[in-house]
């Protein structure tokens, strides 16, 4: 039963997320044009990193006991929002300014650190002996988050007139 309490969980709503808006958003988003012709070393590591930082919560212990944990749990919130407001800023308005831009097409890259930088800051005991787990999540997240924004960069340049 105690296993049933890992940060796996805390990855549902994302999951959901993504599930219910994915047919709503631009079609730059679309599977076929966001892969297409994506240099291997980026498609390759983003996916690896993907492996690891969407399995390695399931080792992770979900407690709000300490301070620590119990900020995770705000910036995971906050990270959460943030996420969310990204997808429908693009999906509500995709023709403004900010979803054109950089830094809007990227948004829901980048604003994933948020909510893994609180995953990892709530689930820093694992169920197997692996010490410093929340810190290796975390860095494994930044390095997620970097290649998936440079993915992001590459299809928002291919996409420029």
């Known amino acids: 039963m105690k296993y049933l309490s890992n940060c796996f969980w805390l990855l549902v709503p994302i999951f959901v997320c993504n599930i219910v808006f994915i ?8 599977r076929d044009i966001f892969w297409k012709d994506i240099p291997p070393f980026i498609r390759t590591t983003e996916n690896i990193a993907r492996i690891v930082i969407f399995t390695l919560p399931v080792l992770m212990q979900f407690s709000l006991k300490t301070p620590i944990q119990k900020a995770g749990l705000g910036i995971y919130m906050l990270g959460l929002v943030l996420y969310f407001a990204s997808w429908i800023l693009q999906m509500y308005f995709p023709q403004s300014d900010w979803s054109h831009s950089l830094w809007g097409y990227a948004a829901p890259a980048y604003t994933t650190i948020v909510f893994f930088a609180g995953i990892g800051m709530i689930g820093r005991k694992s169920f197997v002996a692996l010490p410093h787990i929340s810190i290796i999540y975390i860095i494994f997240s930044v390095f997620f988050v970097a290649v998936h924004t440079a993915h992001s960069y590459v299809v928002f340049q291919r996409l420029q007139p």
């Open 23 to 30: 047919s709503r958003l631009p079609s730059s988003y679309a």
